[in-house]
């Protein structure tokens, strides 16, 4: 983890939905999958507080060194960030949080992100994609104008690899991702779906919904929870979640613990 000073090279919107920030670095960045940054830009304190974000992709290349986050705005920090420009300074920490375990061989991998949740699954494809690994892309939005643009979608063009799921049946699947993975696995043997790992991020209600059939199926999920931070590093314990430990019910920190955990230990 380190507090660096950046510089934006660029910060656009793409659709209605969408913005796309791209910024300069000292030093390069190593990152999991699944980890984020606490990023900061507006002038005085208000708001007080830095906004957390998926680290979306980080590059180095002829000693320059850049990080990108994909965001929407939700609400006064956001829409600050999103009127600054290139050349503009911003604060970020980085990296934060525990990412994703894309550990264990012979693994069917599917990758499931709701609303902006694509941002932190999508560099966990980039990862697979170098290494070979299996997996396959479910993505969620109430319309189709809610859905990532394509360019950026990780093996999209793959036949099979990408599910394209909307609410009210303008792209792809008719239904919720959650309905998309329940017919997806229709058909599958138990040996099967043991091999299958599901990483998600997205609402709260589709996490919970994936988990329970997940559970269901005998198939290992790890959720990427989207808890209000505070601090970013643990010391506030402003994110806490409910979490199972034996018998009993403990607190983990969202932001240290997390943001990732076993689905099936998240108490929804």
């Keep these: 983890m380190g507090f660096r000073h950046g510089t934006i090279v660029r910060n656009e919107g793409h659709g209605t939905i969408f913005y796309r920030m791209e910024v300069a670095l000292p030093e390069p960045v190593q990152f999991v999958p699944g980890q984020f940054a606490m990023l900061s830009g507006w002038p ?68 499931v992100g709701g609303g902006v949740g694509f941002s932190t699954v999508f560099p966990a494809a980039d990862s697979l994609g170098h290494r070979k690994g299996g997996f396959e892309l479910f993505l969620g939005g109430r319309t189709r104008d809610q859905l990532p643009p394509k360019d950026w979608t990780p093996g999209g063009h793959t036949a099979g690899r990408l599910h394209l799921c909307t609410d009210d049946g303008t792209a792809g699947f008719h239904g919720t991702v959650v309905d998309a993975i329940r017919e997806r696995m229709k058909g599958m043997g138990v040996s099967d779906l043991a091999r299958v790992t599901i990483l998600a991020c997205g609402p709260r209600p589709m996490l919970k ?50 943001p990732v955990f076993n689905a099936m230990e998240v108490v929804w």
């Design 44 to 111: 005085g304190n208000d708001p007080l507080l830095p906004r957390p974000f998926a680290i979306y992709r980080a590059a180095s290349a002829g000693g320059r060194h850049s990080v990108e986050f994909v965001y929407k705005v939700v609400g006064r920090g956001t829409a600050l960030l999103s009127g600054l420009h290139g050349g503009d300074p911003v604060s970020v920490t980085l990296p934060l949080g525990r990412g994703f375990d894309l550990s264990g061989e012979g693994r069917t991998w599917w990758l």
């Design 209 to 258: 919904g994936l988990a329970e059939l997940a559970a269901g199926a005998g198939v290992a999920m790890q959720a990427s929870l989207e808890n209000h931070m505070a601090c970013g590093f643990g010391v506030c314990w402003g994110c806490v979640a409910a979490i199972r430990d034996g018998e009993a019910t403990a607190y983990r920190r969202v932001c240290k613990e997390g």
